[in-house]
């Protein structure tokens, strides 16, 4: 098994631009979620989804969309990039039957 | 919501030494769990814990739900060990997949 693949590892964009950041698992796991990683904020969570065609918002939401198609794919959309999304993102998924938490990676992210 | 915060916010260790990593919760939990980052910034799950005690080689860890804390013990510190630990809880009632985390300790071991 791959785990929790994230891709691309680095990117930087200029602001007002959008794009997509991709994350992927392999082990079937029905809860998927993202978080960004600030200096010194620890890990908060930005969107999450307990299944296919299910997602809900978690603490900083705002400037972000996403969708759950399928069980494997969980991608996170940047609308319009600002600044203040310069961070490092990470994935992360968890079994229906195990509350243990797999991360992927990270998505280090620069918007000047 | 709930508030998970952490002590001490950095720690340094000469190898070989012990330490314990503390993480206060303000929330009743059914899950709570402990990663360690390493300094590459991968997240490693080390144990899920939001009752009682688990140990895994030279680390362990306990929670004590009714007082809300759960400890994290690193025995004979290795350099390997450096890193960001985190304290990671989901309250009760909570959205399934929904982790708050706490700040961190950072942890060196020198040689």
């Known amino acids: 098994n791959a785990g929790v693949t994230q891709t691309p590892k680095f990117q930087v964009l200029k602001t007002g631009q959008s794009m997509t950041l991709q994350c992927a698992q392999d082990m079937n796991h029905e809860y998927m979620s993202w978080y960004r990683q600030d200096p010194g904020m620890g890990l908060r969570l930005i969107h999450y989804?307990?299944?296919?065609?299910?997602?809900d918002q978690g603490e900083v939401p705002n400037g972000y969309n996403v969708s759950r198609s399928t069980t494997e794919d969980f991608p996170l959309r940047l609308l319009s990039a600002a600044p203040s999304q310069t961070s490092v993102y990470f994935c992360?998924?968890?079994?229906?039957?195990?509350?243990?938490?797999?991360f992927g990676p990270g998505t280090r992210l620069t918007v000047t | 919501g709930i508030q998970v915060e952490q002590s001490p916010p950095d720690l340094i260790l000469q190898e070989g030494a012990n330490s314990t990593l503390r993480c206060n919760f303000s929330?009743?939990?059914?899950?709570l769990q402990w990663f360690h980052q390493n300094p590459w910034g991968q997240l490693i799950n080390l144990f899920y814990i939001p009752s009682g005690t688990k140990q895994n080689g030279r680390l362990s860890a306990t929670t004590v739900a009714t007082e809300r804390y759960s400890l994290l013990y690193i025995s004979s510190s290795q350099t390997t060990d450096s890193g960001v630990y985190f304290c990671a809880a989901q309250p009760y009632g909570g959205s399934q997949g929904n982790l708050i985390f706490g700040k961190g300790t950072k942890l060196s071991v020198k040689p």
């Open positions: 929330d009743s939990v059914n899950n």
């Open positions: 989804s307990v299944g296919a065609g299910i997602t």
């Open positions: 992360a998924s968890r079994g229906g039957s195990t509350y243990e938490q797999y």
